[in-house]
């Protein structure tokens, strides 16, 4: 399939041919849905906990004698029952995440692609280079493509200046293609890829 090939300033810079087998997928939700579920499983920070009653911090000294209250046996003001005491099997710190196979993750990719593309939603750019990092530059170019949520994807490297020209615009995130992920794709309104982008992803995919 061929897509138009634009600059920053909106003009044509040619064509470019984009493979069926990444970018003509028919988009199967189910997929997209597992490997989004897997992206943000990895990244939950899993760090919730709670005091058992070995870490509360009252006295572990006989609350009152055993026999002759005519109350439950008791052995200390830590046990569960108690007000402030240790919480029986509460959460720990612990990773949520969980497996999910290679060749599946590469095929989530493919689907996002397919969809963003499919959606008319996918943007090819020439070049993500700029001379000097001028945010005030990029901010005017992206205000005048009309682009608001907008991810784009560069090759192997992102160029330094573009990236720091970029980082302080609000809604506009830039990623070498090695960090192209389902979840950042699909949570964005428009998807730019360079030309080196779309070449390293065709490549990573294959």
């Known amino acids: 399939m061929k897509l138009d090939v634009i600059k920053l300033d909106g003009a044509k810079a040619g064509t470019v041919d984009l493979g069926d087998e990444i970018f ?3 988009p199967r939700t189910d997929i997209l849905h597992r490997v989004v ?25 006989k609350i009152y ?38 060749k599946f993750r590469k095929l989530g990719l493919k689907h996002a692609l397919s969809a963003k593309l499919k959606a008319g939603e996918l943007i090819v750019l020439e070049t993500a280079d700029m001379a ?4 005030s530059e990029l901010a005017k170019s992206v205000k005048n493509l009309g682009w608001k949520r907008v991810l784009i994807i560069d090759g192997a490297e992102v160029n330094e200046n573009f990236a720091m020209a970029a980082r ?13 992920n ?14 080196a982008g779309v070449e390293a992803l065709e490549a ?3």
């Open 204 to 206: 990573r995919l294959k």
């Open 65 to 102: 004698r055993q026999k002759g209250t005519g109350g439950a046996r008791h052995g200390d003001r830590n046990a569960p029952i108690f007000r402030k005491g240790g919480v029986y099997k509460g959460p720990t710190p612990r990773s949520h995440a969980h497996d999910l196979p290679k």
């Open 37 to 61: 579920r897997w992206q943000r499983a990895r990244a939950q920070a899993g760090t919730h906990k709670v005091k058992t009653r070995s870490e509360t911090s009252y006295s572990t000294k």
């Open 132 to 135: 000097a990092p001028k945010t």
């Open 182 to 195: 389902v979840y950042d794709i699909l949570r964005r309104d428009t998807l730019v890829l360079t030309k």
């Open 168 to 180: 302080n615009i609000e809604g506009l995130d830039v990623l070498p293609s090695m960090g192209a």
């Open 24 to 26: 003509g997928l028919e």
